[in-house]
C-alpha cells in the first residue's frame, strides 16, 4: 500500500521544485513568450487589416477612376455635341442671312430696273413728243408752204372745231 | 550462471531490438538486486524471480539511481530528527543493506536501526533525500529550464520574424494550450493563469516522457507529485472562486429548499472530488501503463524460470512486439494525460471565476463541459 502513501520528503521536493520552475518560468519564459505571440498575432492582424483596408481603397479608387472616366467621356460628349450644334447653327444662321440678302438684293435689284424703266418710258415718252412735235413741225411747215394749203387747213380746222 | 549469462543476452537483444523498449536495464537489473536481497534473507529462495517485486521496485521511489545492474548512480540522503539534527550522507553507504550512522535501507526505505541491528519502524525522523524521483525531478525542471529559456531567447531573436528551431517546435503546443484549453475553459480572462497551465502541462508531459525512458523515475506515476499538482489547483480554484462560484455551492439556484441538506454537501464533495480525481487520474494512468509493460517484459523471465531458456526465446519476440505496441500508447497517453490534467484544471479554474453562472439544476461541477463545445 505504500505506493499509495505520499512520501513527505518527495512532497517537499515537488512542492519546492514545481513552485520554483512555475515561478521562474513565468518570469522568464512566459511572459515573453506569450507577449511576443501576442505582439506577433496583432502585428499580422494589423497587417491583414492594413491589406484589406487598402484593398477596399483600390477599389474606391478605380470606382473612382472609372466615375472620372465616364464623367470626361460624357463631357467630351456634350462637347462634341454642342459644338456640332453650334456649327449646325451657324450653318443655318449664315444661310439664312444668305437668302434673306439675296432676296434683298434682288428686291433692290428689282427696284432699280423698275426705276430705270420708268425713267426710260418717261424719257421715250418725252422723246416721242419731241419727235411728234418735230415731225408735225416738219410736216406742218411742208403743207402750208403754200397760201392754200394754209387756208384749207385753217378752214378744215374752224369747221372741225365747233364754235360754241 | 548459464541463467545468468542467458539474462544477459537476453538484455542485448531486447536492446538491439527496440529502443524504445527501455525498461530491460532495470528489469534486469532488480533482478540482479533482488538474487542479492534474497541471498541475504533466505537463501533457499535463490534464484526465484519475482515480477511483482521487480514492477514495485521500479515504479517505486528508490535511493540511488539504478540505470542497469550494477550502474547505480549513489543520490544523497538528507535526514532530519528532532534528537540528531540534520544528517547528509551518500546512498551508497546503505547499499546492500548495510548499516550506515544507525540507518538501513530495507526495500528501499530508510529505517533507524536498534543497538541489535533491526530496523526500528517506531523512530521518528524527516527524509528530505533526494532520491531517484527528487533528482528526475530536479533534472525536468532543469530540462524545461533550458528548453523554455531556448523558446524564449528565439521570441527575443526572431522578434518580427518567424519562429526557428526549437522555438518553432515548440510554438504550436504553447498556442494549443493557451487556445485550445485555457481560452474555451476559462473565458477572457485566461491570461492570468495561463503562465500555471502552461508550466503543468509541459511539467507532466516532460516527465511523461521521461519516464519512459529506459531506467528513468516513474515521476508522475508517483501519487506524491500528483497530490502537490492537484493541491495547487485546487488552491488556485479555491482562491480565485468568485460569488457566482461559492453560491453555485452553497445556494444553488433553482434547487427546492427540501434538498439543499442533500445538495449542499455533494457539492461541497464535489469540490474536493475534482482535485482527488486529478491526483489519482494521473498517478492511475501513469503506473498502470508502466506496470502493464513490466508486467510483459517479465513474462520473458517467467518463462525462463518456468519452461527453461528454450522456452523465454519463444515468446520473446511476441512480448516484445506487444512491449513495443504498448510504449507507442505510452506515448501517446503522456501527451493525454498530461492534456487532460490541464484541461480539466482549466475547466474549474472557468467554472470558479465564471462570471455568470447558469442554474445546472445540481447536474453538478461537470455542468462546465458545455463550455467546451
Redesign the interface.
Known amino acids: 500500500m505504500?505506493?499509495?502513501?505520499?512520501?513527505?520528503?518527495?512532497?517537499?521536493?515537488?512542492?519546492v521544485?514545481?513552485?520554483?520552475?512555475?515561478l521562474?518560468?513565468?518570469a522568464?519564459?512566459?511572459?515573453?513568450?506569450?507577449e511576443?505571440?501576442n505582439e506577433?498575432e496583432n502585428?499580422i492582424q494589423s497587417a491583414l487589416d492594413l491589406a484589406e483596408k487598402t484593398r477596399l481603397e483600390m477599389t474606391a479608387l478605380k470606382a473612382d477612376n472609372e466615375k472620372l472616366l465616364a464623367q470626361a467621356r460624357s463631357e467630351r460628349e456634350a462637347i462634341l455635341r454642342g459644338a456640332k450644334e453650334t456649327a449646325d447653327k451657324m450653318l443655318a444662321d449664315s444661310r439664312d442671312k444668305a437668302e434673306s440678302e439675296g432676296k434683298r438684293i434682288l428686291e433692290q435689284a428689282r427696284e432699280s430696273m423698275q426705276n430705270e424703266r420708268q425713267a426710260l418710258v418717261m424719257q421715250m415718252k418725252k422723246e416721242v413728243v419731241t419727235l411728234s412735235l418735230d415731225i408735225a413741225e416738219k410736216v406742218l411747215r411742208k403743207e402750208l408752204s403754200d397760201k392754200g394749203a394754209q387756208e384749207k387747213l385753217v378752214t378744215d380746222l374752224v369747221s372741225q372745231s365747233r364754235l360754241n | 550462471m548459464i541463467r545468468s549469462v542467458f539474462n544477459q543476452f537476453l538484455l542485448v537483444t531486447a536492446l538491439i531490438l527496440s529502443p524504445l523498449v527501455g525498461v530491460q536495464a532495470q528489469e534486469h537489473g532488480h533482478e540482479g538486486e533482488s538474487h542479492a536481497q534474497h541471498e541475504g534473507e533466505a537463501p533457499a529462495d535463490k534464484g526465484k524471480f519475482n515480477v511483482g517485486d521487480m514492477i514495485?521496485h521500479h515504479?517505486?521511489?528508490d535511493h540511488g539511481w539504478e540505470f542497469a545492474h550494477g550502474v547505480t548512480l549513489p543520490l544523497p540522503v538528507?535526514l532530519y530528527s528532532g534528537d540528531r539534527g540534520l544528517e547528509v550522507f551518500s546512498s551508497s553507504r546503505l547499499a546492500h543493506g548495510e548499516v550506515y550512522n544507525g540507518y538501513k535501507n530495507e526495500h528501499g526505505?530508510i529505517h533507524r536501526v536498534d543497538e541489535a541491528g533491526n530496523a526500528d519502524h517506531e523512530a521518528k525522523f524527516?527524509?528530505?533525500?533526494?532520491?531517484k524521483?527528487?533528482a528526475s525531478?530536479?533534472l525536468s525542471?532543469v530540462i524545461?529550464?533550458l528548453v523554455?529559456?531556448a523558446?524564449?531567447r528565439g521570441?527575443?531573436k526572431n522578434?518580427?520574424k518567424a519562429p526557428s528551431g526549437i522555438q518553432s517546435f515548440l510554438?504550436p503546443i504553447?498556442?494549443f494550450v493557451?487556445d485550445e484549453i485555457a481560452k474555451p475553459s476559462i473565458g477572457p480572462n485566461y491570461?492570468k493563469f495561463?503562465?500555471?497551465l502552461?508550466?503543468l502541462f509541459f511539467?507532466i508531459l516532460i516527465n511523461n516522457l521521461l519516464g519512459l525512458l529506459p531506467g528513468a523515475a516513474n515521476l508522475t506515476g508517483?501519487?506524491?507529485?500528483t497530490?502537490?499538482?492537484a493541491v495547487?489547483t485546487f488552491v488556485i480554484v479555491t482562491f480565485s472562486g468568485n460569488k457566482h462560484y461559492w453560491l453555485h455551492i452553497f445556494k444553488p439556484t433553482g434547487v427546492p429548499i427540501a434538498l439543499l441538506p442533500i445538495m449542499v454537501p455533494v457539492e461541497i464533495v464535489g469540490v474536493f472530488m475534482k482535485p482527488l480525481s486529478l491526483m489519482i487520474r494521473l498517478f492511475a494512468n501513469i503506473?498502470a501503463g508502466h506496470i502493464i509493460i513490466l508486467s510483459l517484459l517479465g513474462l520473458i523471465f517467467m518463462a525462463n524460470h518456468m519452461g527453461g531458456m528454450m522456452t523465454s526465446v519463444a515468446i520473446s519476440p511476441v512480448v516484445l512486439f506487444f512491449t513495443l505496441f504498448l510504449n507507442l500508447i505510452e506515448l501517446l497517453v503522456a501527451f493525454l494525460q498530461a492534456f487532460i490534467f490541464t484541461l480539466l484544471t482549466a475547466m474549474y479554474i472557468g467554472s470558479a471565476v465564471e462570471d455568470h453562472h447558469e442554474a445546472d439544476h445540481g447536474i453538478g461541477y461537470e455542468g462546465t463541459t458545455s463550455e467546451l463545445g
Not at chain 1, 505504500?2 to 512542492?15: C, N, S
Not at chain 2, 524527516?126 to 532520491?131: L, Q
Request: charged share 15%; net charge positive.
Open positions: 505504500d505506493l499509495l502513501t505520499p512520501d513527505l520528503g518527495l512532497l517537499f521536493w515537488q512542492v521544485v514545481f513552485l520554483g520552475l512555475f521562474i518560468l513565468r522568464f519564459a512566459w511572459k515573453p513568450i506569450t511576443s505571440l506577433r502585428n | 514495485m515504479i517505486k521511489d538528507i526505505k524527516y527524509n528530505f533525500s533526494i532520491t524521483n527528487v525531478l530536479m525542471a524545461m529550464l523554455f529559456s523558446v524564449s521570441y527575443a522578434k518580427g510554438e504553447i498556442l493557451r491570461t495561463l503562465p500555471y502552461l508550466t511539467f508517483n501519487i506524491a507529485v497530490l502537490v499538482l495547487i503506473t
